[in-house]
């Protein structure tokens, strides 16, 4: 399905989870082997995600050498990595797994190698399995975006849609064990 970024009248009520991380919390980890916020992914972004107020997360993300893409400055495509996954964090909120099926990045300044990229992201709100998301990036001054992305992600029973690749995963053991358990 293709489809432009529109966020629709008729939103359904949202309740932030009772399990959800606290505010300043860090938020679980979803899997360690993630290329966005895994610690165990020797190449990934390592995001660093906290819950915040009501529907919003923060996070940080050093820009290293390996993320270049133009002489000294970040790769397109290493940040909208970064979106996907700090915008991701906002259907944890609420509480249901959910996977992007929709992303849109606007790049407002170059992002220097060697900066420290700070992330706001948002719930725009919820309409059936669909989660709309908002997410700004920063160097310091959130009054300052340097980038902005918006997101749609569809909420997904685990276990039912990663059954059939569990086994392509280096934890592909350890998710076997938990997925089995009821
Ligand atoms: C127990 C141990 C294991 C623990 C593991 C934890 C897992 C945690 C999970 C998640 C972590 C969060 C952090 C991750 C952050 C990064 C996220 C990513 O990068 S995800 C990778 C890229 N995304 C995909 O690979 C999706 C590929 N797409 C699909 O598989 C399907 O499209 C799917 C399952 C999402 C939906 O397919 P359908 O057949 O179930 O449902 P239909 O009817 O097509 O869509 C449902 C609703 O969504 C709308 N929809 C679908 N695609 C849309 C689109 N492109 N734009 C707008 N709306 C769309 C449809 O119009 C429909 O809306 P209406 O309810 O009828 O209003």
Do not use: W
């Amino acid at each position: 399905m293709k489809s432009s970024f529109v966020v629709p009248a008729d939103l359904d009520a949202v309740q932030r989870h009772p399990k959800a991380a606290k505010v300043g919390e860090r938020m679980r980890m979803h899997n360690p082997l993630c290329y966005g916020c895994g610690e165990e992914s020797a190449e990934g972004l390592h995001l660093q995600m906290f819950a915040g107020e009501d529907f919003e997360v923060t996070a940080t993300m050093d820009v290293a050498a390996r993320f270049e893409g133009g002489p000294g400055v970040i790769h397109g495509g290493v940040l909208s990595t970064a979106f996907d996954d700090v915008m991701g964090m906002i259907p944890l909120l609420i509480g249901p797994s959910a996977v992007t099926v929709h992303l849109e990045v606007d790049y407002q300044r170059p992002i220097p190698i060697g900066s420290q990229l700070q992330f706001t992201a948002k719930l725009l709100g919820r309409q059936r399995r669909k989660i709309y998301a908002e997410g700004i990036a920063h160097l310091g001054d959130p009054d300052e975006p340097v980038a902005t992305g918006h997101a749609i992600f569809v909420t997904i029973d685990v276990r039912e849609h990663f059954a059939d690749h569990l086994a392509n995963s280096r934890l592909a053991d350890e998710y076997k064990a938990r997925m089995s358990r009821p």
